[in-house]
């Protein structure tokens, strides 16, 4: 059966109905999912809330003796596109003092020292195209996120920290603070290349995550997507979802023009299905 519209309720029981020929489902990859699973959508394949990707991020500081004074000009305006082919996309990231003191583990006097020299202080930081995958559930009406973080991901970060590294080195940093435990301070290349040469775990990385992307991927199978093709939901028509959830794969660059492309094709298909 298809769509023929929604009806919500508030908390105080008064219910809204609204008849429309086709419904439009953008919740972010996080909240799609649980909520076409509370409405028993979008189940058919078994992938609705699966194959999510993060692009997760590292960054790293490095101190000089000569100032820096990253406040100064855009706070992202500059980028390292070299091993984007790695699945590393490196970019600039000067961010507030109050902000960048949390990107060190250091604390008390050495940690007030550092915040008094943040004249002298850079930060870059890199987000990877990711392999690991996780998984949003609905769980008493939230939604909970899993992610499994896997050894592959973990050799690219470590790459991608050598790299970024090396770049300050070559910049003429003393030293560069970087993302993983045991090896938190690095201060030359001898340093460096122990880090390189170590076997890192996963649970030694200190990571953030964005633009979340792939929990009702697009497919040309009903039995391996969530969404066909224009974006309706297999066995559901007249519902469309047109958010970072229809993204299948992990992009490794900032989504926001995909997802703008994508939704711009999906009221194209939209609209030539309603005329």
């Not at 070559?170 to 030359?188: D, E, F, L």
């Not at 009903?222 to 970072?244: I, K, M």
């Amino acid at each position: 059966s298809g769509a023929a519209g929604i009806v919500a309720t508030n908390r105080q029981g008064v219910q809204l109905r609204i008849n429309a020929r086709a419904v439009v489902v953008a919740n972010g990859a996080l909240l799609t999912p649980t909520f076409l699973a509370r409405q028993g959508i979008g189940l058919g394949s078994g992938e609705l809330g699966k194959n999510l990707s993060i692009h997760p991020v590292a960054g790293c500081l490095a101190e000089f003796d000569e100032p820096i004074a990253s406040w100064r000009g855009i706070p992202q305006g500059y980028t390292v596109e070299d091993f984007a082919s790695e699945g590393i996309l490196f970019e600039g990231a000067a961010t507030p003092l109050e902000f960048t003191m949390t990107m060190t583990d250091m604390v008390g006097p050495a940690l007030t020292s550092l915040a008094e020299n943040f004249e002298r202080v850079a930060s870059f930081g890199f987000m990877i195209s990711d392999q690991s995958r996780g998984r949003v559930r609905d769980v008493g009406g939230h939604a909970v996120v899993q992610y499994n973080f896997n050894d592959h991901d973990t050799r690219k970060v470590q790459r991608g920290v050598d790299l970024l590294a090396q770049m300050f080195f070559a910049a003429g940093a003393t030293v560069v603070h970087a993302p993983i435990a045991g090896h938190t301070r690095i201060r030359n290349l001898d340093e460096l290349a122990r880090m390189r040469n170590s076997r890192i775990r996963a649970s030694q990385l200190d990571l953030s995550a964005y633009h979340p992307l792939g929990t009702a991927r697009l497919g040309a199978s009903a039995q391996t997507a969530v969404l066909a093709p224009n974006h309706e939901v297999y066995g559901t028509p007249g519902v469309y979802v047109v958010d970072g959830s229809a993204v299948p794969t992990s992009l490794g660059v900032n989504p926001q023009v995909t997802i703008m492309a994508l939704a711009t094709r999906a009221a194209q298909k939209i609209a030539e299905a309603l005329s």
